[in-house]
């Protein structure tokens, strides 16, 4: 199921912030930064000589897609042998075997599934080879904004696999699709059954949440020096807007304990008419009372009509700088990456391609019927903030905003306590 593993990945972040073993992973060394800065880009033609094995390592293969690939791969290309090891269920398990094995320098892993917000963690480093050739030979096909989530000190450590990304269900018998954040807003207001649902609980899904809204009032965590700017006023202004939205109606004061599952039975039930979800939810809601009668659009604009700027989510794919078999892995990712698979992950997995092409698929349509409203919502997203820190920032921006929304702090104090709390991140590294 797509929201358990996304709810899953985003949770772990939490675990992975909190000064655990793997905080390894969080701080790298001067000479691991050099070796990110200077690493030799890998030539994508290396791909044509691939043979004998590769080893995928990944997250436990639930939905099947994974298997399904190696398996699609060993019958198109003969020569070569891909096998997948499972590193565990949950995102923590997996990046702590993954920091296990490249501390070791461990070549079992020719390949190594990433989540989006693990690639500066691991490039800085140097534990990934760097793919801005081979990124570079597909910017074509992809959609760009999935490419951004593999951007690190100007490089690109990996390529997409399929993505994610936030969308805005609405009620069809109770209201119309909102043209802006505000206009969403008056709808809870107005009415208290019109209310918005979304997820509020202090985990990695109000830092979803919240920048989901701060990007589209155009504001950003880091600059592009990687230098805090969350401290601005379209942080206050969004925070001023959220917590007015709880005391006012708009959304109900029970999405602060709501994770994505939480919001989605609500607002089957009926106890909102407009929810913010993952693209799993349209299967789900079409098992359910309210069947027909909702539908799927992206996240509006602030105060503009337009779409909004939603966060990508999603599951790349890297090679390993300790692999032996690079070759083998880069004719994979491409096999992964080529559009009649992205096509198929869609239509058996109900997956998001991250390649364009598969969007005006027939088959993808049928399988996904909100296909271009999801693509509309991809092109469109943002990737988290970019930093090897990335647990500690999102921990100090969802407690600060749950602190806001409960009442505890005042809007532009929050703005101001985050950007110290992301500050202070920054200085570990």
């Known amino acids: 199921m797509m929201l358990t593993r996304e709810r899953r990945l985003l949770r772990a972040v ?11 992973a969080l701080t790298a060394c001067s000479d691991s930064q050099q070796s990110a800065s200077t690493s030799t880009a890998l030539d994508p033609a290396l791909a044509k000589s691939a043979k004998g094995n590769v080893t995928v390592c990944g997250p436990t293969d639930s939905s099947g897609v994974w298997k399904a690939t190696m398996e699609a791969f060993n019958k198109a290309n003969p ?25 070791t320098k461990s070549t079992q892993c020719d390949v190594v599934r990433l989540d989006v917000v693990w690639t500066a963690q691991l490039a800085a480093q140097g534990w990934l080879a760097d793919m801005s050739k081979v990124i570079s030979s597909k910017l074509d096909k992809l959609i760009p904004s999935t490419a951004g989530t593999l951007l690190y000190k100007d490089k690109y450590w990996g390529v997409p696999f399929y993505s994610n990304t936030g969308l805005l269900y609405y009620r069809t018998d109770k209201t119309q699709a909102p043209q802006t954040w505000q206009q969403l807003y008056s709808y809870g207001e107005a009415d208290s059954k019109k209310g918005f649902l979304y997820q509020a609980s202090q985990s990695e899904s109000l830092t979803v949440s919240f920048l989901e809204l701060l990007y589209s009032a155009g504001g950003e965590v880091l600059n592009d020096k990687g230098e805090v700017a969350v401290n601005s006023p379209q942080t206050a202004e969004v925070l001023t807007f959220m917590q007015n939205g709880i005391n006012k ?27 913010r979800n993952y693209p ?40 390993s700088t ?20 992205q096509e198929q992950i869609a239509v058996k997995n ?80």
């Open 350 to 429: 109900a997956l998001a391609p991250a390649v364009a092409a598969a969007y005006a698929s027939e088959p993808v349509k049928k399988a996904l019927p909100f296909s271009q409203e999801l693509l509309k919502a991809l092109t469109s997203a943002k990737a988290r903030p970019v930093s090897p820190v990335y647990p500690q920032i999102s921990q100090a921006i969802y407690q600060t905003v749950g602190k806001v929304l409960s009442g505890e702090l005042t809007p532009q104090a929050g703005a101001s306590q985050m950007a110290d709390k992301v500050g202070t991140a920054l200085k570990t590294f």
């Open 79 to 103: 020569g070569t042998v891909a096998n997948y090891v499972e590193l565990g269920a949950s995102a923590d398990d997996q990046l702590q075997q993954i920091t296990q094995r490249m501390q």
């Open 280 to 319: 799993y939810a349209y299967a789900a809601g079409q098992k359910s009372a309210i069947a027909g009668k909702f539908a799927v659009t992206p996240l509006p604009g602030w105060k503009t009509p337009g779409n909004g700027v939603g966060v990508l989510g999603g599951s790349n794919v890297a090679v």
């Open 14 to 24: 939490t675990v992975i912030g909190a000064g655990s073993a793997l905080a390894v």
């Open 249 to 275: 109606g708009a959304a109900p004061k029970a999405v602060l304990t709501y994770d994505e599952d939480a919001t989605r039975l609500a607002f089957e039930s009926g106890a909102g008419a407009t929810m």
């Open 322 to 341: 300790f692999s032996k078999n690079q070759a083998g892995a880069l004719a994979l990712i491409d096999f992964m990456t080529s559009d009649s698979w």
